[in-house]
Protein backbone atom coordinates (compact mmCIF):
# COMPACT_ATOMS: atom_id res chain seq x y z
CA UNK A 1 0.00 0.00 0.00
CA UNK A 2 2.71 2.27 0.95
CA UNK A 3 4.30 2.35 -2.67
CA UNK A 4 1.11 2.90 -4.06
CA UNK A 5 0.64 5.89 -1.86
CA UNK A 6 3.92 7.13 -2.93
CA UNK A 7 3.55 6.36 -6.63
CA UNK A 8 -0.15 8.74 -6.81
CA UNK A 9 1.17 11.11 -4.22
CA UNK A 10 4.13 12.09 -6.31
CA UNK A 11 2.04 13.23 -9.04
CA UNK A 12 -0.09 15.87 -7.19
CA UNK A 13 0.48 20.05 -7.68
CA UNK A 14 3.25 20.63 -4.20
CA UNK A 15 2.06 24.64 -4.99
CA UNK A 16 -1.73 25.37 -6.38
CA UNK A 17 -4.17 27.61 -6.08
CA UNK A 18 -6.81 24.75 -6.45
CA UNK A 19 -6.63 22.65 -3.22
CA UNK A 20 -8.02 19.92 -4.74
CA UNK A 21 -5.06 19.37 -6.97
CA UNK A 22 -2.79 18.84 -3.54
CA UNK A 23 -5.08 16.26 -2.51
CA UNK A 24 -5.67 12.31 -3.50
CA UNK A 25 -8.72 10.62 -3.97
CA UNK A 26 -9.30 7.21 -2.19
CA UNK A 27 -12.64 5.54 -3.81
CA UNK A 28 -13.73 1.99 -4.26
CA UNK A 29 -10.21 0.13 -4.04
CA UNK A 30 -8.64 2.85 -6.09
CA UNK A 31 -6.11 5.60 -5.45
CA UNK A 32 -6.08 8.80 -7.90
CA UNK A 33 -3.58 12.26 -7.95
CA UNK A 34 -4.05 15.13 -10.04
CA UNK A 35 -1.33 17.60 -11.08
CA UNK A 36 -4.06 20.04 -12.08
CA UNK A 37 -2.20 20.79 -15.43
CA UNK A 38 -1.57 17.45 -17.88
CA UNK A 39 -0.90 14.50 -15.75
CA UNK A 40 -3.05 12.23 -13.51
CA UNK A 41 -2.52 8.47 -12.24
CA UNK A 42 -4.90 6.06 -10.87
CA UNK A 43 -4.09 2.74 -8.92
CA UNK A 44 -5.60 -0.14 -7.77
CA UNK A 45 -5.60 0.18 -3.61
CA UNK A 46 -7.66 -3.09 -2.53
CA UNK A 47 -6.55 -2.84 0.93
CA UNK A 48 -8.34 0.61 0.76
CA UNK A 49 -11.47 -0.60 -0.51
CA UNK A 50 -14.04 0.58 1.73
CA UNK A 51 -12.66 4.06 1.85
CA UNK A 52 -14.19 7.24 0.20
CA UNK A 53 -12.20 10.32 0.91
CA UNK A 54 -10.24 12.83 -0.29
CA UNK A 55 -7.45 13.81 1.99
CA UNK A 56 -4.38 15.91 1.52
CA UNK A 57 -1.58 13.78 -0.24
CA UNK A 58 2.04 14.85 1.50
CA UNK A 59 -0.06 14.73 5.20
CA UNK A 60 -1.33 11.09 4.43
CA UNK A 61 1.91 9.73 2.74
CA UNK A 62 3.52 10.67 5.78
CA UNK A 63 1.34 9.27 8.36
CA UNK A 64 1.29 6.11 6.54
CA UNK A 65 4.73 6.04 5.87
CA UNK A 66 5.07 6.70 9.88
CA UNK A 67 3.14 3.54 11.19
CA UNK A 68 6.68 1.54 9.99
CA UNK A 69 3.92 -1.39 8.44
CA UNK A 70 0.46 -1.73 7.43
CA UNK A 71 -1.75 0.87 8.80
CA UNK A 72 -5.37 1.08 9.92
CA UNK A 73 -7.66 3.78 8.30
CA UNK A 74 -11.06 4.44 8.95
CA UNK A 75 -13.06 7.42 8.08
CA UNK A 76 -15.48 9.31 10.33
CA UNK A 77 -17.16 12.56 10.94
CA UNK A 78 -14.90 14.28 7.71
CA UNK A 79 -11.69 12.66 9.41
CA UNK A 80 -9.28 10.16 8.25
CA UNK A 81 -7.82 8.33 10.93
CA UNK A 82 -4.30 6.87 10.24
CA UNK A 83 -2.72 4.35 13.32
CA UNK A 84 -0.77 1.24 13.96
CA UNK A 85 0.60 0.38 17.55
CA UNK A 86 1.61 3.54 19.22
CA UNK A 87 1.44 6.17 16.67
CA UNK A 88 -2.04 7.67 15.24
CA UNK A 89 -2.93 10.72 13.13
CA UNK A 90 -6.11 12.30 12.41
CA UNK A 91 -6.38 14.04 9.33
CA UNK A 92 -8.96 16.27 7.73
CA UNK A 93 -10.99 15.57 4.37
CA UNK A 94 -12.42 17.29 1.29
CA UNK A 95 -15.62 16.74 0.13
CA UNK A 96 -15.19 14.27 -2.20
CA UNK A 97 -17.67 16.07 -4.78
CA UNK A 98 -14.97 18.73 -4.84
CA UNK A 99 -12.31 16.45 -6.51
CA UNK A 100 -12.23 16.72 -10.16
CA UNK A 101 -11.84 13.17 -10.93
CA UNK A 102 -10.50 11.88 -13.90
CA UNK A 103 -12.58 9.06 -15.25
CA UNK A 104 -10.40 6.03 -16.69
CA UNK A 105 -9.61 4.49 -20.12
CA UNK A 106 -12.14 4.84 -22.44
CA UNK A 107 -14.24 1.80 -23.15
CA UNK A 108 -14.28 0.27 -26.67
CA UNK A 109 -11.10 1.36 -27.49
CA UNK A 110 -8.81 -1.89 -27.62
CA UNK A 111 -5.91 -0.91 -25.59
CA UNK A 112 -2.18 -1.40 -27.96
CA UNK A 113 0.33 -3.01 -26.66
CA UNK A 114 3.51 -0.17 -26.19
CA UNK A 115 6.97 -1.66 -27.87
CA UNK A 116 10.21 -2.08 -25.57
CA UNK A 117 11.94 0.48 -24.83
CA UNK A 118 9.61 3.64 -23.88
CA UNK A 119 11.42 4.31 -20.94
CA UNK A 120 14.70 4.05 -22.39
CA UNK A 121 14.39 6.36 -25.00
CA UNK A 122 12.40 8.96 -23.05
CA UNK A 123 15.56 9.49 -20.92
CA UNK A 124 17.74 9.84 -23.68
CA UNK A 125 15.83 12.84 -25.28
CA UNK A 126 14.85 14.30 -22.02
CA UNK A 127 17.89 16.24 -21.48
CA UNK A 128 17.08 18.24 -24.82
CA UNK A 129 13.28 19.35 -24.34
CA UNK A 130 13.24 23.16 -24.33
CA UNK A 131 12.23 25.60 -21.28
CA UNK A 132 11.36 28.40 -23.83
CA UNK A 133 7.61 29.61 -23.54
CA UNK A 134 7.71 31.79 -26.05
CA UNK A 135 7.67 28.66 -28.49
CA UNK A 136 5.46 26.24 -26.13
CA UNK A 137 5.42 23.40 -29.17
CA UNK A 138 9.17 22.81 -27.74
CA UNK A 139 8.33 22.08 -24.28
CA UNK A 140 7.36 18.54 -25.02
CA UNK A 141 8.72 14.95 -26.97
CA UNK A 142 7.01 14.39 -30.02
CA UNK A 143 6.96 11.33 -30.20
CA UNK A 144 5.83 9.71 -33.63
CA UNK A 145 5.37 6.80 -35.94
CA UNK A 146 8.95 6.11 -35.86
CA UNK A 147 10.66 8.36 -33.47
CA UNK A 148 10.68 10.36 -31.08
CA UNK A 149 11.85 14.08 -31.15
CA UNK A 150 12.89 16.80 -28.52
CA UNK A 151 15.04 20.38 -29.25
CA UNK A 152 15.82 22.92 -26.96
CA UNK A 153 15.87 25.54 -29.93
CA UNK A 154 19.57 25.06 -30.29
CA UNK A 155 19.62 21.24 -30.29
CA UNK A 156 17.76 19.08 -32.24
CA UNK A 157 17.56 15.04 -31.54
CA UNK A 158 15.16 12.20 -32.40
CA UNK A 159 15.57 8.41 -31.27
CA UNK A 160 13.81 5.69 -32.69
CA UNK A 161 10.78 4.60 -31.07
CA UNK A 162 7.40 2.88 -32.93
CA UNK A 163 4.17 4.29 -31.44
CA UNK A 164 0.67 3.23 -32.76
CA UNK A 165 -0.01 7.09 -32.37
CA UNK A 166 1.51 10.25 -32.87
CA UNK A 167 1.13 13.03 -29.96
CA UNK A 168 3.56 15.64 -27.81
CA UNK A 169 4.00 14.66 -24.41
CA UNK A 170 4.25 17.89 -22.32
CA UNK A 171 7.49 18.68 -19.78
CA UNK A 172 5.52 17.66 -16.75
CA UNK A 173 4.48 14.77 -17.82
CA UNK A 174 7.92 13.52 -19.40
CA UNK A 175 9.10 13.90 -15.83
CA UNK A 176 6.18 12.40 -14.45
CA UNK A 177 6.43 9.12 -17.01
CA UNK A 178 10.35 8.92 -15.89
CA UNK A 179 9.24 9.30 -12.60
CA UNK A 180 7.08 5.93 -12.82
CA UNK A 181 10.65 4.63 -14.30
CA UNK A 182 8.82 1.75 -16.29
CA UNK A 183 7.72 0.82 -19.73
CA UNK A 184 3.73 0.95 -19.93
CA UNK A 185 2.21 -2.18 -21.05
CA UNK A 186 -0.21 -0.65 -23.34
CA UNK A 187 -1.60 2.84 -24.92
CA UNK A 188 -5.28 4.05 -25.30
CA UNK A 189 -5.55 7.02 -27.10
CA UNK A 190 -9.35 8.90 -27.62
CA UNK A 191 -10.37 12.76 -28.09
CA UNK A 192 -7.42 15.02 -26.08
CA UNK A 193 -6.41 12.36 -23.79
CA UNK A 194 -3.88 9.82 -23.97
CA UNK A 195 -3.85 6.55 -21.56
CA UNK A 196 -0.60 5.04 -20.35
CA UNK A 197 -1.98 1.52 -19.23
CA UNK A 198 0.56 -0.54 -16.55
CA UNK A 199 -0.17 -3.86 -14.70
CA UNK A 200 -2.54 -1.76 -11.77
CA UNK A 201 -2.50 1.23 -12.43
CA UNK A 202 -3.09 4.04 -14.91
CA UNK A 203 -1.35 7.41 -15.81
CA UNK A 204 -3.45 10.18 -18.09
CA UNK A 205 -1.82 12.35 -20.47
CA UNK A 206 -3.47 15.78 -22.03
CA UNK A 207 -0.81 16.31 -25.05
CA UNK A 208 0.33 19.53 -26.13
CA UNK A 209 -2.55 20.41 -29.27
CA UNK A 210 0.28 22.79 -30.77
CA UNK A 211 2.19 21.50 -34.01
CA UNK A 212 5.72 20.76 -34.58
CA UNK A 213 7.63 21.91 -37.42
CA UNK A 214 8.77 19.39 -39.73
CA UNK A 215 11.49 17.62 -37.65
CA UNK A 216 12.26 14.79 -39.72
CA UNK A 217 13.18 17.17 -42.89
CA UNK A 218 15.50 19.10 -41.13
CA UNK A 219 17.91 15.79 -39.62
CA UNK A 220 17.08 13.78 -42.48
CA UNK A 221 19.45 15.90 -45.35
CA UNK A 222 22.64 14.72 -43.94
CA UNK A 223 24.17 11.09 -44.27
CA UNK A 224 25.12 10.20 -40.60
CA UNK A 225 26.80 6.94 -40.98
CA UNK A 226 29.88 9.29 -42.78
CA UNK A 227 30.01 11.71 -40.32
CA UNK A 228 34.03 11.46 -38.45
CA UNK A 229 34.03 10.06 -35.26
CA UNK A 230 34.37 12.24 -32.15
CA UNK A 231 38.12 12.81 -30.47
CA UNK A 232 37.79 10.51 -27.74
CA UNK A 233 39.55 13.04 -25.26
CA UNK A 234 36.84 15.55 -26.36
CA UNK A 235 34.31 15.56 -23.92
CA UNK A 236 37.02 15.80 -21.16
CA UNK A 237 38.68 19.03 -22.39
CA UNK A 238 35.58 20.69 -22.38
CA UNK A 239 34.97 20.14 -18.90
CA UNK A 240 38.52 21.17 -18.48
CA UNK A 241 38.00 24.41 -19.62
CA UNK A 242 34.81 25.01 -17.94
CA UNK A 243 35.86 27.14 -14.98
CA UNK A 244 37.46 29.45 -16.90
CA UNK A 245 34.79 31.00 -19.22
CA UNK A 246 35.47 34.87 -18.75
CA UNK A 247 31.46 35.24 -19.03
CA UNK A 248 29.71 32.79 -17.29
CA UNK A 249 26.20 34.32 -18.41
CA UNK A 250 27.60 33.14 -22.06
CA UNK A 251 30.50 30.60 -22.02
CA UNK A 252 31.20 29.87 -25.70
CA UNK A 253 33.82 26.82 -26.25
CA UNK A 254 35.85 27.38 -29.01
CA UNK A 255 36.79 24.73 -31.40
CA UNK A 256 40.39 25.25 -33.97
CA UNK A 257 43.23 23.81 -35.33
CA UNK A 258 45.27 24.25 -32.14
CA UNK A 259 42.30 22.49 -29.56
CA UNK A 260 39.71 23.46 -27.23
CA UNK A 261 39.53 27.13 -26.16
CA UNK A 262 37.63 29.65 -24.26
CA UNK A 263 36.89 32.79 -25.38
CA UNK A 264 39.60 35.46 -24.60
CA UNK A 265 39.24 37.26 -21.25
CA UNK A 266 40.74 38.63 -17.73
CA UNK A 267 40.87 34.26 -17.36
CA UNK A 268 40.80 31.65 -19.88
CA UNK A 269 41.71 28.50 -20.51
CA UNK A 270 42.26 25.94 -23.23
CA UNK A 271 43.37 22.26 -23.97
CA UNK A 272 45.72 21.78 -27.13
CA UNK A 273 46.40 18.64 -28.92
CA UNK A 274 43.48 18.24 -30.86
CA UNK A 275 43.06 19.58 -34.65
CA UNK A 276 39.59 20.18 -34.76
CA UNK A 277 37.62 22.43 -37.50
CA UNK A 278 36.91 25.88 -36.84
CA UNK A 279 33.94 26.35 -34.64
CA UNK A 280 31.87 28.00 -31.79
CA UNK A 281 28.98 26.45 -29.29
CA UNK A 282 27.35 27.36 -26.10
CA UNK A 283 28.99 24.77 -23.39
CA UNK A 284 26.34 23.86 -21.78
CA UNK A 285 24.78 22.79 -25.68
CA UNK A 286 28.00 20.85 -26.73
CA UNK A 287 28.15 19.17 -23.48
CA UNK A 288 24.59 17.43 -23.94
CA UNK A 289 25.36 16.65 -27.36
CA UNK A 290 28.99 15.08 -26.61
CA UNK A 291 27.53 13.19 -23.56
CA UNK A 292 25.29 11.41 -26.30
CA UNK A 293 27.18 11.91 -29.73
CA UNK A 294 29.90 9.36 -31.49
CA UNK A 295 29.85 11.15 -34.56
CA UNK A 296 29.72 14.74 -35.58
CA UNK A 297 30.46 17.16 -38.50
CA UNK A 298 32.07 20.59 -36.98
CA UNK A 299 33.33 21.08 -40.32
CA UNK A 300 29.77 22.86 -41.39
CA UNK A 301 30.05 25.38 -38.81
CA UNK A 302 28.35 28.13 -38.79
CA UNK A 303 25.52 25.63 -40.83
CA UNK A 304 23.88 23.19 -37.80
CA UNK A 305 26.75 20.52 -37.31
CA UNK A 306 24.78 17.03 -37.67
CA UNK A 307 25.26 14.23 -34.98
CA UNK A 308 24.59 10.66 -34.54
CA UNK A 309 24.73 8.72 -31.10
CA UNK A 310 24.48 4.75 -30.32
CA UNK A 311 21.18 3.14 -31.27
CA UNK A 312 19.51 5.66 -33.78
CA UNK A 313 20.36 8.99 -32.11
CA UNK A 314 20.65 11.67 -34.75
CA UNK A 315 20.97 15.32 -34.38
CA UNK A 316 22.21 18.34 -35.17
CA UNK A 317 23.68 21.89 -33.22
CA UNK A 318 23.09 25.18 -33.97
CA UNK A 319 26.54 27.25 -32.99
CA UNK A 320 27.29 30.31 -32.13
CA UNK A 321 27.95 33.21 -34.60
CA UNK A 322 31.42 35.30 -34.35
Known amino acids: MLETIKLVAGTVADKTLVP ?7 YDGHIQGNDGRCTAIDASCEELRG ?4 VPASRFLRAVNACDGEPVITEKNGKLTIKRAGFKAV ?5 NADYPKVGGPPEGVEPTPVAPGFIKALKRIAPFISEDASRPWSCSVLVDKTHMYATNNVVVVSVPFVSPY ?5 TASVDELLRINRDPKHIVQKDQNTFFLYDTFWCRVLPMSLPWPDIEKMLAKYDY ?19 FHPDPKF ?8 GVHTMDGEHKASVEGMELPEARFRAEMIC ?3 NEATRMDLSTYPAPSPFTGPEGMRGMIVGVRQ
Open 20 to 26: AFSHIHI
Open 51 to 54: VNAT
Open 91 to 95: LPLMA
Open 166 to 170: TFSLP
Open 225 to 243: DTLPAIPGQLRDAVDKISH
Open 251 to 258: PVVMFNAE
Open 288 to 290: KVL
